[in-house]
Every structure is written in structure tokens, then in C-alpha cells.
């Protein structure tokens, strides 16, 4: 699979090559990676989504990620998880690590997508409007916001209470607490803490929400290097130093 191209989101049409603010595609990244792939970067603003890319792939609905190979698209981080396992896994290498692994990684990616984000949202969303040049700032009010732009205001202004961020953050960290109980389970038996055993499409979807919620910066500390998940913490570090993050793309 030669010449992959990779569109993903950032926040400014005059910065294509800027930071990814989509955990979904983090997801992709590290699944090219898991294979050595080296796709080409391209970023889209969410107005250069619903415009240039949709014009681009003859989709009007197109999200990202979606990579391009040969002049096909595929879109949907699992759809391209699937696509990369089928081209590339083996026995000794696969996203999923069999039939078994894969309703596991489909699990954990449900889970992270509801149950851990929507504690780490309002976090991300007090911060993501920082991050948008003008056109995606009232695109994203008009289309995420239905043009109600207090629904962030407010959550700021909330969020400016110490108490109010550390309950939300309390609120996020508990939900890690059932991957602190696999993990110290695993650690018990002397393994490595993949959750899986070895790197899979399970441990990327998590760290895909890591990715993204450490725009807020009060994140890291407050839910995932926190004294009540230590191991969270070791997991983390264990996907930070397999040489599939570059570590410059993850800093806002």
C-alpha cells in the first residue's frame, strides 16, 4: 500500500501541516504507523471538510480520517483499521490480534468514544474554539453549536471555577478506573500492559482521547497521571516511547 495519504483535522486553512484535532484520526495515525507506514499529511478545516475535501472524494457527508491510496478513499477510523489488517496483519502483527481481539478493540473503541469522552468533551470544548481560524470558528458555532455560541461561554466561564474543573476532571478520571483495574491485573501476572499483551487498535483508541483532551491544560495532570491510576499512567508512557507517536505533533 504505497502512497497513502492521510486527510485530518486542524484548526487553520493557512496551516495545513498543524496540529490534528481529531481523536479519530489519532487513531489512523497510530494504526499506520503499528504497520511502518509514512502517509502524507494533509490537513482540512471543518468548512475545507464539508467543501474541498467532499469535492475531493465525491462525498458530501466525508469526515475524517480518510486516506487516500491509489486514488481510492477510505473513510471512518475503523473501516480504515480494517483496511490496513487485512493488507498488512499477520499472525505475529495485527491491529487486533484475531477474531476475539477485534470484538475487544470494537468494545474499547465504543467505550472511549462515549463513556471516557463524554466526561473529557467539555474539557476539550472549553478549549477547542481557541484553536479555530475565523471560518471554522462560525462554522463550528453554526453547525456544532446551532449558532448558540453560549453553550461554550458558559462551559468556559464554568470551567473557571477551581471547584467546577475538579469535579469534571474527577468525573473523567473515574472513568479510566476500569483500564487502572485491567491493567493492574496484568501487572499481577508480570505482563506487558498493552492491554491486549502486545500494541493493538485498542490501546490506540484510548490514547486517541489523550491525544486530544490534553488541549486542555489542566489533562494530564487531572486525569491521566494522576495518583488514583498510576498504571494509566505507565501505559501511557508505554505507548509514548514504542516509537509510534511523534511526540512534536502531539503539543498544542
Known amino acids: 500500500m504505497a502512497g497513502v ?3 485530518q483535522l486542524v484548526g487553520k486553512a493557512d496551516q495545513p501541516q498543524g496540529r490534528n484535532l481529531s481523536p479519530h484520526v489519532w487513531k489512523t495515525k497510530l494504526d499506520l504507523a503499528f504497520f511502518g507506514l509514512d502517509a502524507s499529511k494533509i490537513g482540512k478545516t471543518f468548512p475545507g471538510i464539508r467543501s474541498e475535501l467532499s469535492e475531493i472524494t465525491k462525498n458530501p457527508a466525508v469526515t475524517v480520517p480518510t486516506i487516500e491510496v491509489n486514488g481510492e478513499f477510505t473513510t471512518d477510523s475503523w473501516k480504515i483499521a480494517e483496511l490496513l489488517e487485512a493488507e498488512y496483519g499477520t ?3 495485527s491491529l487486533f490480534g484475531g477474531p476475539a481481539g477485534k470484538e475487544f478493540a470494537k468494545f474499547i473503541e465504543i467505550w472511549s468514544n462515549t463513556t471516557l469522552a463524554n466526561e473529557l468533551r467539555p474539557l476539550i470544548n472549553s478549549q477547542i474554539l481557541n484553536h479555530f481560524d475565523s471560518e471554522a470558528h462560525s462554522w463550528f458555532v453554526q453547525a456544532k453549536l446551532g449558532g448558540d455560541i453560549s ?3 458558559g462551559l468556559q466561564a464554568k470551567l473557571q471555577d477551581p471547584t467546577a474543573l ?4 474527577a468525573l473523567a478520571r473515574s472513568r479510566l478506573s476500569v483500564i487502572e483495574s485491567l491493567l493492574a491485573y496484568k501487572k ?5 500492559l498493552w ?10 483508541a484510548i490514547f486517541a482521547w489523550y491525544a486530544q483532551s490534553i488541549i486542555h491544560p489542566e489533562v494530564e495532570k487531572g486525569v491521566w ?3 488514583d491510576n498510576p498504571l494509566v ?3 501511557l508512557d508505554l505507548i509514548l516511547e514504542s516509537g509510534l507517536v511523534k511526540k512534536e505533533e502531539l503539543a498544542f
Not at 492491554?195 to 490506540?204: E, N, Q, S
Request: no cysteine.
Open 151 to 153: 453553550k461554550i461561554t
Open 5 to 7: 495519504t492521510l486527510y
Open 166 to 169: 475538579a469535579d469534571q476532571l
Open 188 to 192: 499481577a501476572k508480570d505482563e506487558p
Open 233 to 235: 499512567g505507565e501505559w
Open 225 to 227: 497521571r494522576h495518583p
Open 91 to 93: 499472525a505475529e502483527k
Open 195 to 204: 492491554l491486549v499483551g502486545k500494541p493493538t487498535h485498542a490501546d490506540f
